[in-house]
């Protein structure tokens, strides 16, 4: 396998890479997953159903 470099490929190292990254990480998280879940018992007729009436419970708050 050939390995090419900067100097190889006629870079600048302060426009490649990290160094010439516009951007620069200032943290790293793993996001907190708060979910609620529910089950709908059912054939998918009767779960469409449960699913529509629990949606319009939720949004008339």
Do not use: C, Y
């Not at 100097?7 to 490649?16: P, S, T, Y």
């Not at 996001?31 to 949004?59: C, M, N, W, Y």
């Amino acid at each position: 396998m050939t390995v090419w470099t900067a100097d190889d490929l006629g870079l600048d190292e302060k426009m490649i890479g990290l160094n010439g990254s516009p951007t620069q990480v200032l943290n790293i998280f793993s996001p907190k997953h708060d979910k609620q879940v529910e089950k709908f018992d059912g054939d998918s007729d009767q779960a469409a159903e449960l699913v529509v009436r629990r949606l319009h419970e939720i949004t008339k708050r």
